[in-house]
């Protein structure tokens, strides 16, 4: 291992092909030294466009038709270009034109926006320092190398390493909030050899090369080393690089910084690359759907032309005298017609699949996730916030979530801490609100040494910050709000409620001042610790250290970390009662630390030292090889004592919780926390409750019997419930009080569990017995997780075979994995920074705007989509099916029914608007009756709107209401004379008649299922009628100049002025709507949805109010207020209570 | 996909600038209007039985009585009709149809006898009727130029690619040009009336009136605007092959001749169907005393030009009186009637079935 070790220092650049040397000053290196290979960099331009103004079209166009849509309506649109087929390509063409050039403008614009930013960007002034002058240049001219001076809240133009700072302890003061969303200050270091510079000149005579591993986007990670030359190599890591994007703050100015990643290299510019793409099950469902259509259209196609075919077996029908065909026709190959025939059907019947669908679903998602930013209640005061929506596309997906995988710190959690009590070798300090020393509960034998120790490890083990309060601005406000002098910042609330603690038990932190942590002890006297190393925590160790040396001459290593990581390390101490104690906090729901420490000698002190330095110096695997030092240093501890911090529920977390499980939702909590810590959060959460089974799936057990005996004996245990419940919960319903089963099962078990699969797949499927468990729980918790082993239970999850939708849910950056992996990621906007917001789809303040996320947004949404997805089938089925029937009288000739500017039209003005808004503002339950009531979610559960019966509902009645349009026009048309002046109609009076009655039936279908009518609905369902007959009137109102053919000249005014026309018209949208009320009202009457019976319900609570109303109104003395009128009475409602309260 | 485009930008994290914490706080808070807030006052009709039922019964109501009134109506409208094809040996035209040749210059005549056994008392329309005949098929119904047809003088002398093959006739325009026109009915028919005392009287067909007024006075036009002087209007162009006559003999009466010859453009409205029947003469009533067309026998003389036997089809003659609701036609009256019968129905049906299940329903919600 020691070789090993020691091995990067000589082997060095051989090995290092993937990095990169940078010659601070451009300056060749002294002969002697490695050769200067010239490697080629990007210059600091940053592009964040796509397009330049030459390839934009090109590039444009080719992304646009690489969508499977976008393509299908070009190829449909070149067949109509190419052959003779019977509707113009402008039908095709111009909504293809139209939303390709809406698309279109709508990125270049954007690419303009962003060009524009890039362009400010790179011409900004920057300062760099030539030939010991300071020469102010513009930014894209930067190049890796150069030394770069950064002046107080300026932003760095690229990735910097810090040489030296104004400051003279060589730090800055940094905020990445642009970068990461974080806004508190982050220190960063000076290079060690390098801070003492003060002067350009000092700084330009610096002769030195930088190695560093080649740009990679993890913004938290940086690996390099400063070589000066005839002197030593130095370790640099991620704080000694400066981030483009993040700004200088507290700081005069930076000197003689050097660029490493420039322009597109830099970790922001790399961290531009977006997430994968993720796809609802409704958009799937879709394209199953589309996939179907396309069938129909082919088959409907094939049927034509095959009858065609049959049909025109004999030349007079083929060719009768009246109607020949062309010689050019005549002499074309029968194969080659026959194609061109399947063609032009076709084309006649490619609206079946609509261009305009993909636009409206598309502008559905994006204005709709509008209604979640604006949404007032999840808006949290505190932090100035709402909820963001990053992604659309998941909109409905959050209508459809079987599982949810909350993280507990942060999330189910307030994680604002605080520190509750402490424990030093068993005797516990419990602070009080007064920070006077007596009021400390002392218990008696106490072992001073210990007590101090104990103290002062916890009041330099840590990584807090002091800031004194004149010189933060900016930084969240939130319970250090209101001291006085100063106050205390960390990226872990743990360690600020630690030292906070500590400083109410009499000990102080003061400041880190020159490497030296300056402590207030209880006798008010200053002591001086100087920081010699601090080993980082990390959440695989679960644990920190600090090396100091006191004043004394002493070296101490403190470590506090989780117990389970401290303990196996623990030589000494009263291991016994500390632990007891720390059972005892867990199970109470506190979080748990222990402290321990380690007297070093001075060689343990210096091989300590060797070893952390060699693997700060290693420029690969530098982290492995830090985890192994420190992995030899921690060890032989001296056990201290604990520390008990609280973590406080987030406000209605149970009520949250609740609501989750009586919609039907199984909620897994999954934390680092040890068990007895997250169960109490877990029954404080109402996870589990007093009622709830729980099944233990822990090391512990484990360790007693075999994995699989355990494995086993529960699956038999849940297996045996439910065949008991079985039968009760089908008549029951989905009756939640029965006996449930929670789960709790531990990191190292679960892995287990996952492993013994993959090693022997044969034998023990454990992984299908472990999921048929968790199927029976209605709560899981799993403790002791990492990261990873999160993502890893999501994955097993979506993996499984009913393949459910998932959602997770955290805070912190440990989510992250998780909130990728899971079908929906929800991050919330918590106090460890904005990694998980970032990443994730949806961001939300507090956990309790989860409820309203997806039993109000989530269901609205899916009710919407799938209406919007259903009725756009259903109205092209309506649309073309009636030209399919066509086809069967007039010699399969694919004359079209509808005029041209009617089949162009229909989907994109006549019915496209209505749906639009239905899709936007539909309420079919109030808002307040779905968060009353979650178990209506169960109704739309699995896709159920979306599922193939309801299709093939919708596609029946789309066939049912086409042939009423089709047959009964054509019995009424049939030889009969329609005026009182005996003049007749033609074929294009016969396709009016059936597009009008289609029009109106599919405007009026959507305004049957419409719930909720605000006067936006009524605008546009009665608008778009009115501008469909208003169109009408001026398409066939005039001889149009330009167009070749005026077929539609009058045609609308004549049929409007005969009278059988009205009645055939008003008959046939009766007849067609008929099936879908009866539908309705039966579905409705025998066997209601839980929903309608809510709405039900609903209306009934409406009713009573008005009754109660009435008697109030008719004493006040206003009459006629008629009982029907819900609006009306609960307008009157609201106005009478409002005056009733200024009364 | 939109949405995500968007998120780019606002990932660019350098663009924007954050204000002073207090300044973004305000603007981010999300205004409060029902709009924003999905929160619009709004009507919320649910479709239950209870509120379904008056719809159904008020349907049924309004449908029956009309429905019973176009019934009534359709049947008191008098239409005769008579299939004169000469499919059949015995058939007066047999021999007609037998004996067509394009080219026979003299004219076959036929005469059929019919009786009326009922006055027809308002004016009476003739309608022809073609069946099997598809005016609908796509290449029939494109064959036209319509611009032609406006009068426009350059699509008269070069017509529009559409009218292919009938465009061009020997190198000339063909005037009407296109499928539709080419195949023009043109068998002539007329009507006498067999007096009891055995004189043939002519019934006088009127000749206008038949066409849509809008076709006549806008849609149609004959090149030249009002030029009196026709046949100068159509110089250098061709009538169409199966024409007898060129498009400006059509008509003695210069406001019924050319492209604005009123049989012309009835028959230049193609028809929905591929068995239709257009107007072909209106028969005034002369005063109210006299029935329009007496009881009695008549005879229909048919100059028979117009072949149908080849594509297997039928031509009729039709005689018939017109309501407010036009012609004959049984089915509306009878699709009312129908539906609302139905309509009643399914209301009485609903009505029982809210009357018990609206029961078990409440008890159900007061049990809950």
């Known amino acids: 291992l020691y070789i090993y070790l020691s091995l990067p220092q000589c082997v060095g650049e051989e090995i290092w092909v993937d990095s990169r040397t940078v010659y601070i000053g451009h300056k060749d290196p002294p002969p002697g030294a490695e050769a200067n290979i010239p490697q080629r960099y990007p210059d600091n331009r940053i592009v964040s466009s796509k397009y330049t103004f030459w390839n934009f079209i090109p590039k444009n166009l080719f992304e646009q038709f690489r969508r499977i849509a976008n393509f299908y309506f070009l190829v449909i649109f070149l067949v109509q270009l190419i052959i003779d087929t019977p509707t113009s390509p402008v039908t095709s063409g111009l909504p293809l034109f139209f939303v390709i050039t809406v698309t279109a403008i709508k990125q270049g614009y954007e690419d303009w926006l962003r060009h524009k930013a890039d362009c400010s960007i790179n011409e900004c002034p920057v300062d760099v320092v030539q030939q010991g002058k300071v020469v102010r240049t513009q930014s894209h001219k930067l190049r890796v190398g150069d030394i770069v001076v950064v002046r107080e809240d300026e932003t760095f133009p690229c990735d910097l390493i810090l040489l030296s700072s104004s400051r003279h302890d060589g730090t800055c003061y940094v905020t990445t909030a642009s970068l990461d969303g974080e806004s508190s200050h982050k220190t960063y ?108 259209l082919i088959s409907k196609a094939v049927i034509n032309t095959v009858l065609k075919y049959a049909w025109q077996w004999s030349p007079d ?56 930013t604006w949404d007032e209640e999840m808006f949290d005061e505190e932090l100035g916030e709402g909820a963001q929506v990053n992604t659309s596309d998941l ?109 109410r038990l009499g000990y102080t932190y003061l400041r880190l001042k020159d490497n030296y942590m300056e402590i207030l002890n209880k006798d008010d006297e200053i002591e001086r610790f100087e920081l010699l190393h601090v080993l980082n925590f990390d959440s695989v160790r679960r644990r920190m250290s600090v090396i100091v040396k006191s004043s004394s001459g002493e070296y101490l290593l403190f470590c506090k970390g989780a117990d389970s990581s401290i303990f196996p390390r623990i030589v000494s101490g009263k291991v016994e009662q500390v632990k007891a104690r720390v059972e005892q906090n867990a199970i109470e729901g506190l979080r748990t630390l222990c402290v321990a420490y380690r007297r070093l000698s001075e060689s343990e002190y210096q091989e300590a030292c060797h070893h952390l330095n060699e693997a700060k110096l290693a420029l690969q695997d530098r982290e492995q090889r830090l985890a192994q030092a420190y992995d030899i240093i921690e060890r032989d501890f001296v056990l201290l ?26 909620v897994w909590v999954l934390t680092g926390d040890k068990m007895e810590t997250a169960a109490a959060t877990c029954y404080a959460s109402k996870l589990f409750r007093r009622s709830t089974q729980i099944l233990e799936l822990t090391k512990k057990r484990t360790e007693e019997q075999s994995l699989h005996d355990v494995l086993f004996e529960l699956n038999r245990t849940v297996l045996r419930q439910r065949s008991i419940s079985g039968y009760d919960r089908v008549s029951v319903g989905l009756s939640v009080d029965c006996l449930d089963f929670g789960l709790i099962i531990d990191g190292a078990t679960l892995s287990a569990v ?102 109000v947004h989530g269901h609205y949404y899916y009710i919407r989509i799938a209406e919007l997805v259903q009725y756009f089938f259903y109205k092209n089925v309506c649309f073309i099916f009636p030209q399919f029937l066509y086809q069967f009288f007039c010699g399969f000739s694919q004359q079209p029914l509808y005029d041209t500017a009617y089949l162009t039209l229909y989907n994109i003005s006549f019915t496209s608007l209505p749906i639009l808004l239905y899709s936007l503002v539909e309420q079919h339950i109030t808002m307040e009756t779905l968060k009353r009531d979650p178990s209506l979610y169960r109704d739309i559960a699995k896709n159920s709107l979306l599922r193939w019966p309801v299709f093939l509902y919708w596609t029946c009645l789309g066939v049912f209401d086409a042939v009423i349009f089709f047959f009964g026009a054509y019995f009424l048309f049939d030889n009969t004379t329609f005026t009182s002046n005996g003049q007749m109609f033609g074929n294009w009076t016969f396709g009016t008649l059936v597009f009008t009655v289609l029009v109106f039936t599919v405007t009026l279908k959507l305004a049957l299922d419409t719930h909720h009518w605000t006067w936006i609905n009524h605008f546009v369902i009665w608008g778009s009628l009115l501008f469909y007959v208003i169109f009408s009137l001026l398409w066939g109102g005039i001889i149009w100049p330009f167009l070749n053919y005026q077929r539609m000249y009058y045609v609308f005014m004549q049929m409007l002025s005969s009278g059988p026309a009205w009645l055939s018209i008003i008959l046939l949208i009766t007849v067609s709507l008929l099936p879908d009320v009866i539908k309705k009202v039966l579905c409705r009457t025998m066997c209601p949805t839980a929903t309608e019976r809510a709405q039900v319900t609903y209306c009934h609570q409406l009713h009573s109010e008005t009754k109660a109303l009435n008697c109030l109104v008719s004493r006040l003395g206003v009459r006629c207020l008629s009982c029907s009128d819900f609006c009306f009475a609960k307008a009157i409602n609201q106005l009478l209570l409002s005056s009733f309260y200024e009364n | 996909m939109m949405a995500s485009s968007y998120n780019a930008k606002d990932e660019d994290g350098h663009i924007t600038v954050s204000g002073p914490g207090g300044g973004t706080l305000r603007s981010k808070k999300p205004e409060n209007t029902a709009f924003k807030q999905q929160r619009l006052p709004a009507w919320q009709p649910i479709l239950t039985a209870g509120t379904v039922l008056p719809a159904f019964f008020i349907i049924g109501l309004l449908f029956i009585p009309i429905g019973i009134g176009l019934f009534v109506t359709s049947n008191n409208i008098k239409e005769f009709e008579v299939d004169y094809t000469g499919v059949d040996m015995s058939s007066p035209c047999f021999n007609c149809s037998q004996n067509f040749s394009w080219n026979s210059t003299k004219p076959c005549t036929c005469t059929i006898p019919f009786y009326l056994d009922q006055p027809y008392e308002s004016n009476v329309y003739v309608y022809y ?49 296109g499928a539709i026109a080419n195949s023009m009915f043109n068998d002539t028919l007329e009507l006498f009336y067999n007096d009891p005392n055995g004189t043939r009287i002519p019934i006088p067909l009127n000749t206008t009136g038949i066409a849509w007024w809008t076709d006549k006075h806008v849609k149609f036009g004959n090149p030249g605007g009002n030029n009196p002087n026709l046949t100068a209007a159509f110089q250098g162009t061709t009538k169409p092959v199966n024409w007898r006559r060129p498009v400006y003999e059509l008509d003695a009466d210069p406001g019924n001749n050319g492209f604005i010859n009123e049989d012309f453009i009835v028959w230049m409205r193609t028809a929905a169907l591929p068995t239709f029947r257009k107007l072909y003469r209106i028969i005034n009533k002369k005063s109210s005393m006299v029935p329009t067309l007496p009881r009695g026998n008549y005879t229909l003389e048919v100059v028979y030009n117009y072949p149908v036997r080849s594509f297997e089809g039928r031509k009729r003659v039709i005689l018939s009186t017109i309501s407010w609701m036009g012609g004959k036609n049984p089915f509306l009256g009878i699709a009312y009637i129908t539906v609302g019968s139905v309509c009643f129905f399914l209301g009485v049906v609903l009505l029982i079935i809210h009357h018990k299940c609206g029961n078990r329903n409440n008890s159900a919600d007061i049990s809950n």
């Open chain 1, 754 to 855: 996952l492993k013994a699969n993959q090693e022997r797949a044969g034998s023990g499927n454990y992984r299908e017995i472990f999921l048929e468990i968790c199927r029976n729980c209605s709560a899981v918790l799993c403790c002791r997780m990492a990261p990873l082993q999160k993502a890893q239970i999501v994955k097993l999850i979506k993996a499984s075979k009913e393949h459910p939708i998932t959602l997770a849910i955290g805070d912190g950056a440990n989510d992250v994995s998780m909130i990728l992996e899971a079908h929906v990621g929800i991050g919330i906007m918590g106090k460890e920074g904005r990694q998980a917001a970032r990443n994730s789809d949806y961001a939300i303040p507090k956990f309790k705007h989860l409820k309203k996320m997806l039993l």
């Open chain 1, 395 to 503: 909109n409905e997906e959050l209508g459809q979530v079987e599982y949810v995988f909350t993280d507990k710190t942060g999330t189910l959690t307030e994680n604002n801490m605080e520190f509750i009590e402490c424990c030093v070798d068993g005797n516990v300090y419990i602070p009080t609100i007064k920070v006077i020393i007596s009021d400390i509960y002392i218990l008696p034998n106490v072992c001073f040494e210990h007590e101090d120790l104990f103290f002062r490890a916890l009041c330099l083990c840590h990584t807090v910050q002091v800031k004194e309060e004149e010189t933060v601005d900016g930084i969240k406000r939130g319970i250090h709000q209101g001291r006085p002098t100063s106050f205390y910042i960390s990226s872990s609330p743990d360690e600020v409620a630690l030292v906070e603690g500590m400083k």
């Open chain 1, 189 to 296: 270091y000076a290079v060690q050899d390098t801070m003492a510079f003060r002067t350009e000149q000092e700084v330009d005579s610096l002769h030195a090369t930088i190695e560093c591993e080649q740009p990679q986007p993890d913004l938290y990670k940086f690996v390099g080393r400063i070589n000066i030359y005839k002197d030593k190599e130095e370790p640099l890591g991620a704080e000694n690089l400066l981030l483009r994007g993040a700004t200088l703050k507290n700081t005069q100015h930076i000197y003689g910084t050097v660029a490493v990643y420039t322009g597109m290299e830099t970790k922001m510019a790399l961290n531009y690359q977006s997430k994968s793409q993720k796809r609802s099950a409704v958009e799937k469902s879709m394209n199953a759907f589309l996939i179907v259509y396309l069938c129909i």
């Open chain 2, 129 to 177: 009727g073609l069946s099997n005949f598809y005016q609908n098929h796509r290449r029939y119904v494109k064959s036209r130029d319509d611009s032609q047809l406006n009068g426009d003088v350059n699509s008269l002398m070069s017509p529009s690619k559409e009218c292919e093959p009938y465009a061009f006739h020997e190198n000339k325009p063909i005037a009407p040009c």
């Open chain 1, 641 to 666: 004592g604990a520390t008990a911090v609280e973590d406080r529920l987030q406000e209605k977390a149970a009520d949250t919780i609740e609501s989750l499980h009586k919609a039907g939702m199984k």
């Open chain 1, 317 to 372: 029908r083929d060719e009768p005298w009246y109607n020949h065909r062309t010689e050019n026709e005549r002499q074309r190959h029968m194969v080659i017609r026959a194609f061109t025939d399947f063609l032009a059907f076709m084309v006649l019947f490619n609206y079946i699949i609509p261009v305009s669908m993909y636009v409206t679903v598309e502008m559905q998602k994006f204005l709709g996730s509008y209604f979640i």
